[in-house]
């Protein structure tokens, strides 16, 4: 018998914090601009929240062998839809 996955989605927000839940794996991020350790593909990366008006960023570090690399998600809402956008930059350091 194998181990039933949980792939639901929950999404939170509050005065403080703004949370995203996968999969039973939960990471909040407190908006008050302070950095967390967050887990992402087995490694560990800071990241912090900010409100760039309407739009709630969060911008998440990962050090690599060639840098660091680091993940810009953007969340709003268009409509009657919670929307993600995300944007990706990798560093490479020459040798």
Not at 33 to 41: A, K, P, T
Not at 77 to 82: M, T
């Amino acid at each position: 018998a194998g181990a039933s996955t949980n792939s639901e989605t929950v999404i939170a927000l509050d005065s403080s914090a703004f949370s995203v839940e996968i999969g039973g794996v939960r990471t909040s991020y407190p908006l008050n601009g302070s950095e967390v350790v967050v887990q992402m593909r087995g490694a560990e990366g800071r990241a912090h929240a900010s409100w760039a008006g309407d739009t709630l960023v969060i911008e998440t570090t990962m050090d690599t062998a060639n840098g660091p690399a680091v993940n810009r998600q953007s969340w709003f809402i268009e409509g009657d839809a919670l929307v993600r956008a995300t944007a990706s930059k990798t560093y490479y350091k020459r040798k």
